[in-house]
């Protein structure tokens, strides 16, 4: 519809129209827009498509920082109940791209290091972990799961000499959490490598790839990181190069010396992984670091003991401003060890028997690790809800839009 | 275990081993290894990981051209039993790399062109294309789906103002259908893109995408495409730059003109797809092709008719050695027509409410497609079956590995 200049008025907000006219330079900087040199003599406008008169949100309000106590904002259920709206803040705008970036150079950095991608099936026939949440699909007129992580398939195509793969694709967790960092559904980033001689060349491999990734972000979505800054606050992200790692026990030491009571072998808790990561931060001035060699007992089967001292394990999580956002081992490449450990872990050798039955044509020593995607682009923007880096999230309580 | 040089024939196949030795130039040349010019003494040998003492299958049989009558060749279920055995095959060593080299020139080309990758959920609370043919999963107390494809929220990225994007990622087809073309569950390589002027752009966009993709395969992965030439004998892939685009009258008359009886707005079946495809690379020698103006019979609601003969529609279906890899369309955007069309095609508006809505806040004319990943390495490669470039193959029959 072509609209005659006095009628521009009564456009609809987030309408989208084409514009005839002239750009013409202008003597006085306009200050006012984005645009300060020029301006935009319209001759003629037509409305490409008209959006509804009453708008659920106004982006103004959903771009304004929630600090500003004196105006509107709006809150989540209500962004995410209209996303294709929420979407369009220049904050939203800048997050995906973002995200997009960290995908982008986790992929550059793998394959220039001679990593594989693949892809790996998201309905499996058995549960992965035992069977605790999980999704149950209809498989005609069987039963079937969704994958709870792709770690099985990614050994598997190290067993069959694939050597480095990674694969990045959907995660399913039937986990009736509602917290600022669990989702239903989120975008693993997934890695698994043999190694020639000992598991930390896999450490290394995926510390150097993280740096990586905090270095491209910083240095080439520089403009799309300030745009966040400006609705959420956060400080930069900071990282060491080569990157920090520490061994569970001096972790755990550094915990202690701060007054935490915890023994040796006892799990972290998500508070203590909170306040160690504060720790660190002051000590170290980084905000990512690795913690290796996790106690045996906390770790699932699979994750090879260490061979020097069954006490340890050859296995290491990473953390971002202290929350964790990859976990990853050495794994069990050798299938009586396997059973062993399964047996020792309470853990039902008919249900893995598939598993363990796929290291008995040769299998490499391998590691690797998986890592949330959503939670390195909430954590590296210093972000503090999930959802806010999940472009249509699923949790216990959302499935639409 | 340290293997004294008298047993190393005892070693099984397939067992990973550790050598220490010498490498020695020869004055002959070596006929039967791949290394010509020089030899390795060995001192000492390790076997890292035992192989099993008798293989389900072996890699010799495995390799073997299907042609080679007088020796064993391994069928395609005990393949897929033993995946992890089948895998270490030169043939499918190169034909996963080709694979990745499908996703990699894809995302290259797009990234090149201002796409922004995103990531779009596969759980669903409801059915996407009207129910039939959708996996369900129990999801807590409720009942969800497995998103047929992610073109809603393809959609819906575009009318929240991201202008271009494509997504990577599993698709979930509950068909039974036992084809060598079809799988439960593939990998779809899909975009959307808002336009200027015309769908025509979004077409030029694709066609080119695709000789990205072709050429780059054939440039940077020769070795592998002569790998698997030696087991699966096939004519290289040809295709045109700038790609060939007919109308489907075009393509009908073609059919006709060779014995074909159908009528110009009957749908193409699957073996007039075939034929069509023999008869373009005839006459214009290429095995990749483009069709575009689909009778608006034959499509969904969603397809934008042709404006000026409503017979028609802006749709359009990709071809490679003549069977479809793409379909896509100009989607409606306006959200009265969205809803006259599923109207007149009897789709039941309640349950499309949500994707109508998804338009009600101004959305740009856009237009998009979705290309089957496995489709694309087997028609490259001219390969007989789906099951040959999926890694761990789903259908009807086969849930594991």
Request: aromatic share 10%.
């Amino acid at each position: 519809m072509l609209y005659s200049i006095f009628l521009i008025c009564s456009i609809n907000k987030e309408s989208i129209i084409d514009v005839e006219g002239f750009v013409r330079t202008v003597d006085q900087k306009i200050e006012s827009c984005s645009q300060h040199d020029v301006e935009l003599h319209c001759e003629q406008v037509w409305v490409v498509s008209s959006a509804a008169p009453r708008l659920p949100l106004l982006i103004e309000d959903a771009v304004r920082p929630e600090t500003d106590d004196a105006l509107a904002t709006v809150n989540q259920d209500t962004r995410l109940d209209n996303r294709i709206l929420d979407l369009r803040t220049t904050t939203n705008q800048a997050i995906y791209r973002i995200e997009a970036g960290v995908c982008k150079y986790f992929r550059d950095y793998l394959m220039e290091k001679d990593f594989i991608e693949i892809h790996v099936p998201k309905i499996i026939s058995a549960a992965s972990e035992g069977g605790a949440n999980v999704f149950t699909v209809s498989y005609f007129k069987d039963k079937a799961y969704l994958a709870q992580s792709p770690q099985l398939y990614k050994q598997m195509a190290i067993t069959a000499d694939f050597d480095r793969v990674f694969t990045i694709g959907q995660v399913f967790r039937a986990e009736d959490s509602n917290t600022h960092r669990h989702l239903t559904e989120f975008v693993g980033l997934d890695l698994e490598m043999a190694f020639k001689f000992h598991y930390h060349e896999v450490i290394e491999v995926i510390g150097d790839m993280f740096v990586h990734i905090f270095k491209n972000l910083r240095d080439n979505l520089q403009e799309e990181i300030e745009t966040v800054g400006r609705q959420y606050k956060s400080e930069p992200f900071k990282f060491l190069e080569p990157s920090l790692v520490l061994t569970y026990k001096e972790g755990v030491r550094l915990l202690r010396d701060n007054g935490v009571d915890m023994g040796d072998e006892d799990d972290l808790s998500t508070p203590a992984e909170k306040l160690l990561g504060r720790l660190i931060k002051q000590k170290y001035d980084t905000d990512f670091f690795i913690l290796d060699k996790f106690p045996l007992a906390v770790r699932p089967f699979y994750t090879m003991p260490d061979p020097t001292d069954k006490k340890w394990s050859n296995s290491y999580d990473m953390f971002m401003r202290g929350e964790e956002i990859l976990s990853g081992a050495q794994r069990v490449h050798c299938p009586d060890l396997l059973s062993e450990r399964a047996k020792e872990k309470g853990v039902d050798l008919e249900h893995i028997k598939s598993y363990i039955d796929s290291f008995r044509y040769g299998a490499p020593p391998h590691a690797g690790g998986g890592i949330g995607m959503e939670r390195v682009t909430m954590l590296f923007l210093g972000l503090d809800n999930i959802r806010k880096t999940s472009m249509f999230p699923r949790d216990p309580k959302r499935l639409t839009p």
